[in-house]
């Protein structure tokens, strides 16, 4: 398709090149449209896998990929760098400061941020984990936690380094914990000669009465076993009360930490407000069943940005939904663009959930199908290598991975500068 051509077609704007954005903007590939993609970040982020970044498994290079790059052989198809600020929804332009990009239909894909749920004042010292920069720096305090730890000669402030509080337990946090205790206990244990990080407290904190409440609970008990098996300190029932630069307050007892990660919450993006919309208690825009807001069917909005109920429940805010939604909505604008009528609704296709604890251990609820131990740990292996975007960052994770399984070393060590404010 010419780019003459392309200026006579309708316009799809999609802001946000993460799992759903990307899925539409390449399904549209061969589309009779003008696609445009803004995204603030350059790049397309697994961030799945940011954990492993966090805690040294993984380079931030491994898990993501240039958005031009992966989507340079559609000719009908342009990247934009830059912020939405808004959207005129009676106009139909998408708002980028003083710029403006006219469509004819849009896709909000936005994602989500951290949820502090009203303690917006704790984020400056439990950061969260949504990108490669809350990655590498997430990476620098842990690291830096032992290295300090080594020079420290107070045996209590030696402790409060080597403590690590992990809140929220979800699969990201499951996940983390398990990673810092392999980290702890297994990867640096020989490297320092005036501290044994094997004696390192990894806390695990959950206010609910268990863990991993999306997986069934007999698998949701085995991943809490292997977690005290890795030592990581599993504390349910127990709600965060306070944190901050000295540590943090759980169920009234007081526990000094220097390195708090909060897995436990997330809001939506803004999308809501610039629409002007009705959105759920976590600001995620109520659509229709075609995933239009209500009244505009020329807005799409996707992912974590959305809120959908299926059999009296929400649709969870993980990859596959986004996926299966960008797809979606890419059909439904060829549908339109080729006149046809009707709207279908989307149905999500749930093909189970997958959490890794530690090195070799994994649970998977695959339906009729429920696995624990090395085989779900083998199937989560290969889900994530086979979701990750370019055959260059397949490779480079199999041959970590591979690496990190038979010698138990970290190859990403690095202690980076802070970042700058």
């Known amino acids: 398709m010419s780019k003459q051509t392309n200026k006579s077609c309708p316009r799809v704007v999609i802001v946000g090149a993460g799992f759903g954005g990307l899925r539409a903007a390449r399904a549209l590939g061969n589309a009779p449209v003008q696609v445009t993609v803004i995204d603030r970040r350059n790049h397309h982020l697994f961030q799945p896998l940011l954990y492993q970044v966090a805690t040294a498994d993984l380079s931030p290079a491994d898990i993501s990929m240039p958005i031009r790059a992966t989507l340079r052989r559609q000719r009908n198809t342009e990247v934009l760098l830059g912020e939405v600020t808004g959207v005129d929804v009676e106009g139909r332009r998408v708002l980028m400061g003083d710029r403006t990009i006219s ?27 949504k990108s490669n920069t809350d990655a590498t720096q997430l990476r620098r305090e842990i690291l830096m936690a032992f290295e300090t730890a080594e020079i420290e000669p107070n045996p209590d402030k030696r402790q409060a380094l080597l403590t690590f509080v992990v809140v929220g337990g979800g699969p990201t946090g499951v ?9 702890a206990h297994k990867s640096i244990v020989r490297d320092f000669r005036h501290i044994n990080s094997s004696t390192a407290r990894i806390l695990l904190v959950e ?19 292997e977690l005290e098996h890795l030592g990581v300190e599993v504390k349910t029932g127990e709600a965060v009360e306070e944190v901050d630069a000295d540590g943090v307050v759980i169920a009234g007892q007081r526990l000094a930490t220097k390195t708090v990660i909060w897995a436990a919450g997330v809001k939506a993006s ?6 002007g919309a009705e959105t759920d208690r976590a600001g995620r825009v109520i659509v ?12 799409f909005v996707i992912g ?3 809120s959908l109920t299926e059999r009296g429940k929400p649709l969870p805010g993980v990859a596959p939904v986004a996926m299966q939604q960008g797809r979606y909505v890419a059909k439904m604008i060829r549908r339109r663009i080729a006149g046809e009528k009707g709207r279908i609704p989307f149905h999500y296709r749930d093909k189970g959930n997958l959490a890794t604890v530690g090195r ?9 199908i429920k696995l624990s131990g090395f085989m779900a740990w083998v199937a989560w292996l290969v889900v994530h290598i086979f979701y990750l975007i370019g055959f260059r960052n397949r490779v480079l994770v199999m041959i970590q991975w591979a690496w990190s399984y038979l010698t138990s070393q970290r190859g990403a060590r690095l202690i980076t500068e802070e970042r700058r404010q």
């Open 207 to 225: 206010a609910t009465t268990r863990l991993l409440a999306a997986f069934p609970k007999s698998l949701a008990c085995k991943a809490q076993r």
């Open 288 to 299: 229709e069943r075609d995933l239009t807001v209500p009244g505009r069917p020329e807005i």
């Open 304 to 306: 974590d940005t959305s």
């Open 360 to 368: 070799s251990f994994a649970i998977a609820d695959l339906g009729v």
């Open 175 to 183: 996940e983390l914990a398990g990673a810092i205790a392999g980290l």
């Open 103 to 129: 469509y004819n239909y849009l896709v909000l894909a936005t994602g989500a941020q951290h949820s502090y749920f009203g303690h917006d004042d704790w984020a400056p010292f439990a950061p969260g984990l």
């Open 270 to 275: 803004p999308a809501g407000k610039w629409l």
